[in-house]
Nanobody, 123 residues
């Protein structure tokens, strides 16, 4: 059974940093793009960041570019999201995603999802 398990969410203040991690089990995703989406209350799930396989090419939503950094470790089957200079509008449930994503990905195209981790940024 394939599972993506997120960790690292929590309550922080505006301007703080937070690091999310996602560990995959049940299969390797070394040949697939992995990434992060988020969903704020009352809003649709949206793409945040993605990273390709070999070479580690990264791509971001404009709203998080220069503040968030995605990375992966294929030896550990993990992907991480370093979030700096957090803003209240970053408050959302963050979901790890794998396979069939790319720049500007739509959620309906993604094959695998984690259950999400809540990030709350207070002003």
């Amino acid at each position: 059974q394939v599972q993506l398990l997120e960790s690292g969410g929590g309550l922080v203040q505006a301007g703080d940093s937070l690091r999310l991690s996602c560990t995959a089990s049940g299969r390797t995703f070394s040949m697939d793009d992995m990434g992060w989406f988020r969903q704020a209350p009352g809003r649709e799930r949206e793409f945040v960041a993605g990273i390709s396989t070999v070479g580690g090419n990264t791509y971001y939503a404009n709203s998080v570019k220069s503040r968030f950094t995605i990375s992966r470790d294929n030896t550990k089957n993990t992907v991480a999201l370093q979030m700096n200079s957090l803003k209240p509008e970053d408050t959302a449930v963050y979901y790890c995603a794998a396979r069939n994503l790319g720049p500007g990905s739509l959620p309906q195209n993604v094959d695998y999802w984690g259950k999400g981790t809540l990030v709350t940024v207070s002003s």
